[in-house]
């Protein structure tokens, strides 16, 4: 399985940026019952969850603090996962990650966590004016 991130850069206070995760998953190979999703680490932190979608019935799981701002998707015909970010600020300042995962351990609440097995590169997210 590769995941290639993308759509990072330079975002204005207030901006938006929308990322996008490539899911490559070689042949025979089998993904099922995941969740695709986005973390970020931003200098001097842990990393974090932000969401990630079911790849069985599309189910959203977010970080209370990440409802709202963020909007996760996917779309299956591209085999892609997107990140769609608003309202953004200096905080958000990070390398975003796109993972896959183990469905069955997903925990949403205060924070977002799950068994990652898969994880993308990284694009860096810069939030200054």
């Known amino acids: 399985v590769q995941l290639q991130a993308s759509g990072g850069g330079l975002a204005q206070p207030g901006g938006s940026l929308r990322l996008s995760c490539a899911i490559s998953?070689?042949?025979?190979?089998?993904?099922?019952?995941?969740?695709l999703g986005w973390f970020r680490q931003g200098p001097g932190k842990e990393r974090e969850g932000i969401a990630c979608i079911s790849n069985v019935d599309d189910e959203t799981y977010y970080a209370d603090s990440m409802r709202g701002r963020f909007t996760i998707s996917r779309d299956n015909t591209k085999n892609t996962v997107s990140l769609q970010m608003m309202n953004l600020n200096p905080e958000d300042t990070a390398v975003y990650y796109c993972?896959?995962?183990?469905?069955?351990?997903?925990?949403?609440?205060?924070?977002?966590?799950?068994?990652?097995?898969?994880w993308g590169q990284g694009t860096l997210v810069t939030v200054s004016s």
């Open positions: 993972a896959i995962g183990d469905l069955q351990t997903v925990e949403a609440g205060p924070t977002l966590e799950y068994d990652v097995a898969f």
């Open positions: 998953v070689a042949s025979g190979f089998s993904v099922a019952s995941s969740c």
